[in-house]
């Protein structure tokens, strides 16, 4: 054989014609979307909704954010056991509603991922410090860094296992938490039994009334975010009809019972009005923290900024491996570089991964030299990513079985049928508007509108609207029409 053909053999080994591997199990996509949910919102700012809404607020702040999840996940799960694809959103998007809205999505969630591995690893290096308050922070992520991306290019599987073992740490804190807290409350642990007085004392249950609920309820959201997660997982399960309606159901009650439970415990042990609740970003004050040293466990602290360390290296991989996959689905559909859809002999689209971890690291240099404000901006426009991406989700699921409809199928036949179709999809896409429109409503307040927080706070509408419109001036595209709608897909 010729070196010309030896050389084209080479690169047709490691190009689009290799595709992605099922190598996900059910065990896996379950504690993907778990890992990806359970994180500092829970362990760090739980202390701060009971503290603006009280106890009371709180939960009714959780279990609202529970609801809009839970339909979340039964439209992601029914166009995904249908479609298993990675990279749904863009995917979904652009099959149901119109291509310039999928390619608005998927930048918007790519960007979304990098910017959150960006955070993560700032986090990384700052969580140290509590051990080891005087070595700089880039001496810790950087490695950090080095460990997510060797986790996501070696094997999905590594990247699986990797995300089931960083899960199980933080479900099992969060069980010994329960468990200790039911304890405590019975008085068996920690002294006598406390009773409801937290609940009942000074503006407790509902601190601040409807307005600080609505005011909770966004911070609330954000920590939800990231069950979204198994959506992208679908194409690499190894058997996604089966798989994904399993894991989308056992996701919501574990999850579900999981927060709110660990806010009800808190609600009776901490007082609403305790100043420590206050400080969100202190391990020492985390509300899981004084719980345990009310139990008598003086090395509490260490062990939960252990905890807490765990949930930024997992948030960090997940996201890594979320945007890498977008970014390989959109290649593939055109909606970026065509480098970018070589997959290598294990399966794992290597340009993709190079790209996404090139650019969150360059965002986290942004904040390591000079004063961080370019990197401040892009996380501010971040920050309302994710719910852009949920009503994607809301929106491409009604078009979807509209659509499904009209063409005559049988909805029977769908491997996972969400319930309570449209009310769910409406409700999400409603929540979700409140969150974002919410986001700086107290900007609006007062003598003057403060146009500076806003231009921060909603950047990313502006940056997501000119994607959607520029794409769709450019390449002429309409609505996808109910009859032309495509239900097929090529296999990952």
């Known amino acids: 054989m010729s070196n010309t053909a030896l050389q084209t053999e080479k690169e047709t080994d490691f190009s689009e014609h290799h595709h992605l591997k099922r190598n996900l199990q ?222 989308i159901r056992q996701i919501f009650w574990r999850i579900l019972l999981f927060f709110i439970f660990s806010i009800i415990i808190i609600g009776f042990l901490v007082p609403y009005n305790d100043p420590r609740l206050l400080n969100s970003d202190n391990v020492s004050e985390s509300p899981f923290t004084l719980v345990f040293e009310r139990a008598g466990l003086a090395f509490a602290a260490s062990v939960m900024n252990a905890v807490v360390l765990t949930a930024v290296l997992s948030t960090a991989n997940s996201q890594m491996y979320a945007g890498s996959r977008l970014l390989w689905t959109m290649a593939k559909e055109g909606n970026a570089p065509k480098f970018l859809t070589k997959v290598n002999s294990r399966g794992i689209p290597a340009n993709a991964l190079y790209v996404t971890t090139a650019v969150g690291m360059l965002a986290f240099l942004t904040s390591i030299f000079g004063d961080g404000k370019v990197f401040f901006w892009l996380l501010n426009a971040c920050s309302l990513s994710g719910f852009l991406a949920w009503i994607g989700i809301a929106v491409s699921h009604y078009r979807f079985r509209k659509g499904y409809v009209a063409q005559g199928r049988d909805l029977n036949e769908l491997p996972f049928k969400a319930k309570w179709f449209p009310f769910g999809p409406f409700l999400t896409l409603a929540l979700c508007m409140v969150a974002i429109l919410g986001q700086d409503y107290k900007a609006f307040l007062g003598d003057k509108i403060d146009w500076n927080g806003l231009l921060v706070t909603y950047l990313g509408i502006p940056i997501f609207l000119t994607a959607w419109l520029s794409y769709k001036f450019i390449k002429k595209t309409k609505v996808v029409t109910l009859k032309d709608m495509d239900f097929e897909h090529e296999d990952v």
């Open 26 to 247: 059910a065990r896996h996509l379950t504690m993907i979307a778990i890992g990806g949910t359970i994180g500092t919102g829970l362990f760090l700012a739980s202390g701060g909704t009971i503290s603006q809404a009280g106890p009371g607020g709180a939960i009714v702040a959780y279990i609202l954010s529970g609801l809009m999840m839970l339909f979340l996940m039964t439209s992601l799960g029914e166009m995904a056991t249908l479609m298993p694809i990675s990279g749904t959103f863009s995917t979904y998007s652009s099959k149901f509603v119109d291509p310039a809205f999928g390619f608005a999505q998927g930048w918007n969630y790519w960007y979304y991922s990098a910017m959150i591995i960006a955070l993560e690893l700032s986090a990384a290096g700052l969580i140290m410090k509590f051990w080891l308050p005087n070595v700089p922070s880039i001496f810790w992520s950087v490695p950090s860094l080095a460990i997510i991306f060797l986790l996501n290019f070696l094997s999905v599987r590594g990247y699986g296992e990797a995300e089931y073992w960083f899960s199980i740490i933080k479900v099992a804190t969060i069980i010994l938490f329960l468990v200790i807290g039911v304890l405590i409350i019975l008085g068996i642990m920690g002294g006598h039994s406390v009773g409801f007085k937290n609940f009942t004392a000074g503006e407790a249950p509902f601190k601040g009334g409807f307005a600080s609920i609505i005011s909770v309820f966004m911070i609330v959201g954000f920590s939800f975010q990231g069950t979204e997660m198994v959506g992208f997982s679908a194409g690499e399960s190894e058997n996604p009809r089966e798989n994904m309606p399993k894991a």
